[in-house]
């Protein structure tokens, strides 16, 4: 999720027009946009720049999986560990008897998300 990120662009164009409830939603999102922009002076700079939209594109791949490629694999959620608490550890070993239990996007159509995020809420 980390590549679908709502931009200052975005957020104005949904701003410009949309009615109440769409002018609404991202007044509550500049918050969330500005926490994000401050702690992004590390973010790599070939990736892009904005408020995460992880529940957003979970959601909306949920509804159209086409907008994720996945990729099936054998996958635990670390319950004990002191950094990896509630993280889901990745076992890509082809081991005899250890099948995919859980499919994990590995790429996303993120361009092709925010256009259908924006247009849907600029709709509300």
Known sequence: TGLTRMNRTQMEWIRSNGGKPAKT???LSEFYY???INRQENRPAHL???AGMHDPLAVAIAEDPTLAT???IRGEIELAGHFTRGHLIADRRLIHGRVPNVRV???VKADEFMTRFCEAVVKL
């Open 34 to 36: 500005n926490f994000y």
């Open 25 to 27: 939603l991202i007044d």
């Open 70 to 72: 996945m990729e099936a």
């Open 105 to 107: 996007c590995t790429d």
């Open 48 to 50: 892009p720049r904005g």
